[in-house]
């Protein structure tokens, strides 16, 4: 005698996508200067330094008097990849020494800058998603952990360039700054800014792509670039697969920086709302076979905005420029006078279909009790005497309580009975009277 069992996958209806993803770009850049003053034999001269209007930390204080830059070989070589000189610390400001790698006795500072002094300008150039940007050196540790993503562009081998604007935030990141200490024609220390016409992106993203996914490695799962694990945020990462060194990120996501809305859909047979979320994120790819296709495209789903049961949201539709759903929130309708929901047909398992009845539903609907949803359930045990079981000379069954909302042919009603149930269930067998066979009822 089959009953029905709605064991549901544990995650169909739970927290889909509490987060998407947001691509660190890590776009970093460095704006110090340093206006080393030499005295006989090419050594440093602190009197004359102090005389030159520099105090240590490159602090030149409300006016200041312009200084030229200094051959960078008069100091020692400190960096492998790049031309850089090791600068005495005194003579290199906190905030950008604690920019710079550490060298013996000083912070290691790109020979550009030192030869410059106040003259020194970075050459402008056009960084990730062509915003304005500035040549700064890979020996800046910085720029040196993103190689990969910064473009070289215009600059010179040793140098790449560094956005004007961190385009996460729209603040400046220095790159296009003159250094702290040029003087202006009043003799006051320049004003120091983004660069005027720098812009941070838009969001969402409309132009050249801010990663290029080609420069990354591509993942197994189709669409996916192994993004290096610097460049995805912790919180990110165990919702993402990982790859070597890294994790599998959306190609689109990498194109535009983070600041993409996927495609609007509808999740419930032409109900509700959703985005279209790549199977490739594996919370998405672990219920794939509960959710919808709808208008998404090859290899994606449609992610519900909210909890059908529940009107909760999933955050599926509230991430990076997503500016939320357009409509209120969808939960499944009521049936069964209250005690059921009205389900997509295509969620419940296909075995089970014939036990559940449409009732008022929708057509393309059927009428699953409220507890059946949840995949943790378990009937309460129970006993009862059917009329089918006494005519056999049977003894009293045990079961569980299964609501009255399924469906009973005759021979059920026959062989099953209230019991101890409450009046809105029956008890069902855990055995089939007469084969002894198990009924998979729920919490048997």
């Given at each position: 005698m089959p009953l029905v069992a709605m064991h549901a996958h544990p995650n169909t209806f739970g927290p889909l996508v509490s987060r998407l993803l947001v691509i660190v770009t890590a776009l970093w850049s460095v704006a110090c200067v340093v206006q080393?003053?030499?005295?006989?034999?090419?050594?440093?001269?602190?009197?004359?330094?102090?005389?030159?209007?520099?105090?240590?930390g490159g602090d030149a204080g409300a006016r200041c008097t312009p200084k030229g830059g200094i051959d960078p070989a008069l100091f020692p070589r400190c960096c492998m990849v790049g031309r850089a000189r090791c600068i005495p610390r005194p003579l290199v400001g906190g905030e950008d020494g604690a920019r710079l790698e550490a060298c013996a006795?000083?912070?290691?500072?790109?020979?550009?800058?030192?030869?410059?002094?106040?003259?020194?300008?970075?050459?402008?150039?056009?960084?990730?998603?062509?915003?304005?940007?500035?040549?700064?050196?890979?020996?800046?540790?910085?720029?040196?952990?993103?190689?990969?993503?910064?473009?070289?562009?215009?600059?010179?081998?040793?140098?790449?360039?560094?956005?004007?604007?961190?385009p996460r935030t729209g603040q400046p990141t220095g790159a296009c700054e003159p250094p702290s200490s040029a003087c202006g024609s009043d003799g006051r220390p320049v004003q120091r800014d983004a660069g005027g016409d720098a812009a941070p992106l838009t969001c969402p993203h409309v132009g050249p792509p801010v990663l290029d996914p080609a420069a990354f490695p591509a993942c197994p799962c189709s669409g996916t670039r192994c993004l290096p694990a610097a460049l995805v945020e912790p919180g990110q990462r165990t919702m993402l697969a990982a790859c070597d060194g890294g994790f599998c990120v959306p190609e689109d996501f990498v194109r535009t920086g983070g600041r993409f809305v996927p495609p609007t859909c509808q999740p419930f047979s032409g109900q509700g709302e959703g985005r279209c979320l790549s199977n490739c994120i594996p919370m998405v790819r672990d219920q794939s076979s509960q959710l919808e296709r709808g208008s998404c495209g090859e290899g994606q789903s449609c992610v519900p905005c909210w909890d059908p049961r529940t009107g909760m949201s999933t955050g599926a539709c509230n991430q990076s420029c997503d500016r939320g759903p357009s409509i209120p929130p969808y939960t499944f309708g009521s049936c069964c006078g209250g005690r059921a929901k009205c389900i997509p047909t295509r969620l419940v398992p296909e075995g089970q279909r014939a036990q559940i009845e449409q009732k008022d539903c929708a057509s393309s609907f059927l009428c699953v009790p409220t507890e059946n949803i949840d995949p943790g359930f378990r009937g309460p045990a129970c006993s009862a005497s059917a009329l089918l079981g006494s005519l056999l000379g049977g003894r009293p069954y045990q079961g569980v309580c299964v609501s009255t909302c399924v469906k009973r042919d005759f021979f059920t009603r026959l062989g099953t009975a209230q019991g101890n149930c409450p009046s809105t269930h029956f008890c069902a067998p855990c055995r089939h009277p007469l084969t002894g066979a198990a009924t998979g009822a729920p919490g048997c």
């Open positions: 080393p003053v030499a005295g006989e034999n090419g050594e440093l001269d602190p009197q004359s330094a102090a005389d030159a209007g520099m105090r240590p006795g000083g912070y290691c500072v790109p020979e550009p800058i030192i030869r410059g002094g106040d003259s020194y300008r970075p050459t402008r150039c056009q960084s990730v998603g062509n915003i304005p940007g500035a040549c700064v050196s890979v020996c800046v540790p910085q720029v040196q952990m993103s190689l990969d993503i910064l473009p070289r562009g215009t600059c010179a081998e040793d140098e790449r360039c560094s956005p004007c604007v961190d």
